[in-house]
């Protein structure tokens, strides 16, 4: 069975830094591509980028390109979502997807509040 | 970026009704592979997403055929042929041809 298990989120300050982590299973991670998403609280559902399988590529939303990074570790089966300069408008349940979007996680909640 | 439509925003349908949900893209969704990567989504109440038809028309393992998709270039439906309480939730078309890969609005679907 697939199971793709998101972690890391919380509450931060804006300005700060956070890592997601996203521990895969029941299916050979290192050869698929994987996304992240995000959904608003307002449920507006927005793609993050995505990382080709043995992690030598990647693409962005132009717009978060600057401040947000994918990778991954194939060999401990987890991808990774690095977000910097955090602002409040980055708050929303980030889930973590196979490339094609047919496995998604349950999602991390990110909030962004002073 | 690609904007995805979908009408209309909510739905409210008996069970054992019929439902539709169109979803228009401003650009031709037809990559340069020939295939078209739309596809639809749905999220219940508290769950994640889940990919109910990639490319068009094609059901994911387990999805029961009252599910179809059709459509090409820009303009996309989801059919459902006769509603059934697990089928309630927000329904999203994603596509996936074009960068960034962008969503439409969702369309909530509710028992009348």
């Known amino acids: 069975e697939v199971q793709l298990v998101e972690s890391g989120g919380g509450l931060v300050k804006p300005g700060a830094s956070l890592k997601l982590s996203c521990v895969a299973s029941g299916f050979t991670f290192s050869d698929y591509w994987m996304s992240w998403v995000r959904q608003t609280p307002g449920k507006t559902m927005e793609w993050i980028g995505d990382i080709k399988y043995d992690g030598s590529y990647t693409n962005y939303a132009p717009s978060l390109k600057n401040r947000f990074t994918i990778s991954r570790d194939n060999a401990k089966s987890t991808l990774y979502l690095q977000m910097s300069n955090v602002r409040s408008e980055d708050t929303a349940t980030y889930y973590c997807?196979?490339?094609?979007?047919?496995?998604w996680g349950q999602g991390t909640l990110v909030t962004v509040s002073s | 970026d690609v904007v995805m439509t979908q009408t209309p925003v909510s739905l409210s349908v008996a069970i054992g009704q019929p439902a539709s949900i169109s979803c228009k893209s401003s650009q031709s969704l037809v990559g340069t592979s020939g295939k078209t990567y739309l596809n639809w989504l749905l999220q219940r109440p508290g769950q994640s997403p889940k990919r109910l038809i990639y490319?068009?028309?094609k059901l994911d393992s387990g999805i029961p055929d009252r599910f179809s998709g059709s459509g090409s270039e820009t303009d996309f439906t989801l059919k459902i042929s006769r509603v059934e309480a697990d089928d309630l939730g927000v329904y999203y078309c994603l596509q996936g041809t074009h960068f960034p890969r962008t969503f439409g609005g969702g369309t909530k679907l509710e028992l009348k």
């Open positions: 490319l068009v028309s």
């Open positions: 997807t196979t490339g094609w979007f047919a496995y």
